[in-house]
């Protein structure tokens, strides 16, 4: 087939494609509007590419009509050539549509369920609708399914009715997480109500289907993100134990992920530790470190959490108590990550300083922590995760120093 040029003015600046359907940004640079919304939102940018200048969080993509008809005929034009003509691209939904779908939604219950269909549908088309669904209320209207599937509990049947309608709920649950919901809208969930929204997606996490829970812990980890330290400090205890449950029942990879995110983002603040620990989380992350097929984010999270509940004594004794606690940590040292051998040698450091009685120094030799530790000195590892693997065999160079697995060359650092 003969090559043919295409018009530059045709391509867009960021995917340097044909532009099916361009718009132009406030600065006066026409983009395909596929890349720009991506650039804009899923990208969390607020310049134009082009220019650099700062474009504003609710700046309007005005269609290019002129432009894409122009394509569009050279398109018919060149057909011969096996080019396709552009289809006319829909025209983005507006807010005024929205609201009105939200009104109708609020007067009729039997609309309830139509419009939720509806607001997934204009979600999935493109990265301005779930902007304009955002501006026009539709999170508090989606937020809203999730709180009233709680009061469902005050009647006698309320657990029934609320299996009942999980379908709706897991309907608003997940178009929530799909909106990819801006900074300030989440914080207004955390807030919002009171704080009751945290409290109503820990019950529909404790009650809810797996598909339910996998998306209300997919939201409490975005939510949770971007909250105030005085509303992680007050996170209850409640939310830690059904957080842990969705790790242990493995509901999906995705939602296993957020959880162990979630703990990571809450453990360091107030009592969280022991909210953590007392919810079980220790025993449970450690038999998913026994998992052989654990990926390599997953062990880093997992022994960033170990680590964080470690910080505390009922860690520590919680990660003595299970029979391969030790263990396992030693061995993910210089086989996972450097990430993960930081973290692993950390937890050992604490076990070593604060919770070390004979009988963990007898365990520690004869499963073979001191010498991986001997080794962590050996081998081409960060100086950081040296230093403390140096610092935890000089604490204890009296209860180690006849060992047989401490190379000779090393024994100049236990003290005489």
Same mark, same amino acid.
């Given at each position: 087939?003969?090559?043919?040029?295409?018009?530059?003015?045709?391509?867009?600046?960021?995917?340097?494609?044909?532009?099916?359907?361009?718009?132009t940004?406030?600065t006066?640079?026409?983009?395909?509007?596929?890349?720009?919304?991506?650039w804009?939102?899923?990208?969390?940018?607020?310049?134009?590419?082009?220019?650099?200048?700062v474009?504003?969080?609710?700046?309007?993509?005005?269609?290019?009509?002129t432009?894409r008809r122009l394509?569009?005929?050279?398109c018919?034009?060149?057909a011969s050539?096996?080019i396709e003509?552009?289809?006319?691209?829909?025209?983005?939904?507006?807010?005024?549509?929205?609201?009105?779908?939200?009104n109708?939604?609020?007067?009729?219950?039997?609309?309830?369920?139509k419009?939720?269909?509806?607001?997934?549908?204009?979600?999935?088309?493109?990265?301005t609708?779930?902007?304009?669904?955002e501006?026009?209320?539709?999170?508090?209207f989606?937020?809203?399914?999730?709180?009233?599937?709680? %009061?469902? #509990?005050?009647?006698?049947?309320?657990f $029934?009715? @609320?299996h009942e309608s999980?379908?709706?709920?897991? !309907?608003? *649950?997940?178009?929530?997480?799909?909106?990819?919901?801006?900074?300030?809208?989440?914080?207004s969930?955390?807030?919002?109500?009171?704080?009751?929204?945290?409290?109503?997606?820990t019950q529909?996490?404790?009650?809810?289907t797996?598909?339910?829970?996998?998306?209300?812990?997919?939201l409490?980890?975005?939510?949770?993100?971007?909250?105030?330290?005085?509303?992680?400090i007050s996170?209850r205890?409640?939310?830690?134990?059904?957080?842990?449950?969705?790790l242990?029942?493995?509901?999906s990879?995705?939602?296993?992920?957020?959880?162990l995110?979630?703990?990571?983002?809450?453990?360091?603040?107030?009592r969280?530790?022991?909210?953590?620990?007392?919810?079980g989380?220790?025993?449970?992350?450690?038999d998913?470190?026994?998992?052989?097929?654990l990926?390599?984010? %997953?062990? #880093?999270?997992?022994l960033?959490?170990? $680590?964080? @509940?470690?910080?505390?004594a009922e860690?520590?004794? !919680?990660? *003595?108590?299970?029979?391969?606690?030790?263990?396992?940590?030693s061995?993910?040292?210089?086989?996972?990550?450097?990430?993960a051998?930081?973290?692993?040698?950390?937890?050992?450091?604490?076990?070593?300083?604060?919770?070390a009685?004979?009988?963990?120094?007898?365990?520690?030799?004869?499963?073979?922590?001191?010498?991986?530790?001997?080794l962590?000195?050996?081998?081409?590892?960060s100086?950081?995760?040296?230093?403390k693997?140096?610092?935890?065999?000089?604490?204890?160079?009296r209860?180690?120093?006849?060992?047989?697995c401490?190379?000779?060359n090393?024994?100049?650092?236990?003290?005489?």
């Open positions: 087939m003969e090559e043919i040029d295409v018009p530059t003015f045709f391509l867009c600046p960021i995917s340097l494609a044909i532009m099916k359907d361009p718009v940004v406030p006066g640079i026409t983009y395909d509007r596929e890349s720009i919304e991506k804009l939102f899923a990208g969390k940018n607020n310049t134009c590419p082009m220019t650099k200048q474009l504003s969080s609710e700046c309007e993509l005005t269609p290019n009509h432009l394509i569009q005929s050279w018919t034009l060149n050539y096996g003509r552009i289809p006319t691209p829909k025209p983005p939904i507006n807010k005024a549509q929205i609201t009105k779908l939200l109708e939604a609020a007067r009729s219950p039997q609309m309830q369920i419009c939720l269909k509806k607001l997934r549908s204009i979600a999935a088309e493109n990265e609708n779930k902007r304009c669904l501006s026009a209320g539709a999170v508090e989606l937020a809203s399914f999730v709180t009233n599937s709680n %009061a469902m #509990e005050e009647s006698p049947e309320g $029934d009715n @609320l999980s379908r709706p709920v897991d !309907e608003a *649950l997940s178009i929530l997480c799909n909106l990819k919901i801006s900074e300030l809208g989440l914080k969930l955390v807030m919002g109500r009171n704080g009751t929204f945290v409290d109503s997606l529909i996490m404790q009650r809810g797996y598909e339910s829970r996998a998306y209300a812990v997919l409490l980890k975005s939510m949770l993100e971007v909250a105030e330290p005085m509303q992680l996170l205890q409640e939310l830690f134990v059904e957080v842990i449950q969705v242990h029942d493995h509901i990879q995705q939602a296993s992920k957020s959880a995110e979630l703990l990571v983002n809450t453990c360091p603040w107030g969280n530790r022991i909210k953590g620990v007392e919810a989380a220790v025993s449970i992350l450690i998913l470190l026994l998992d052989s097929s990926e390599r984010r %997953a062990s #880093e999270m997992i960033t959490v170990l $680590d964080l @509940l470690c910080q505390c860690g520590r004794a !919680e990660l *003595l108590k299970h029979g391969a606690g030790l263990a396992i940590v061995k993910k040292i210089l086989r996972v990550s450097q990430v051998s930081e973290r692993a040698v950390r937890i050992l450091l604490s076990i070593s300083k604060f919770s009685t004979n009988s963990v120094l007898q365990e520690m030799l004869q499963i073979g922590v001191v010498a991986k530790l001997c962590v000195l050996q081998v081409d590892n100086t950081k995760t040296k230093d693997a140096r610092e935890v065999l000089k604490l204890h160079a209860a180690w120093k006849n060992s047989p401490v190379p000779e090393l024994l100049s650092l236990f003290p005489a």
